[in-house]
C-alpha cells in the first residue's frame, strides 16, 4: 500500500524530492517529476498493467504546521 511507503519513507522523501511528484509501484518508487504526468506516464511505461501511486512532496514553505 502506497500509504505505508509514505509513512515509511516520508523523512527521505521529504529530503531528497521537494516539490516533486512520485509514483509508487507496488511499494516502490519508480519515477520522480515535476510534473504530475510526466512522473505517471514513466512509471506506466516501466509498469503497464500495474496500479500507479501518484504522490506530491511539500517543500517545507508549502507546510502548515497546526498547534
Do not use: W
Not at 502506497?2 to 507496488?26: C, M, R
Amino acid at each position: 500500500m502506497t500509504k505505508d511507503f509514505l509513512v515509511e519513507h516520508s523523512q527521505e522523501l521529504s529530503k531528497k524530492y521537494p516539490g516533486k511528484y512520485i509514483a509508487v509501484v507496488d511499494n516502490k518508487l519508480v519515477a520522480v517529476s515535476e510534473s504530475e504526468v510526466e512522473a505517471f506516464n514513466s512509471a506506466k511505461e516501466k509498469y503497464p498493467d500495474k496500479l500507479v501511486s501518484l504522490s506530491y512532496i511539500p517543500r517545507k514553505d508549502e507546510l502548515v504546521t497546526l498547534l
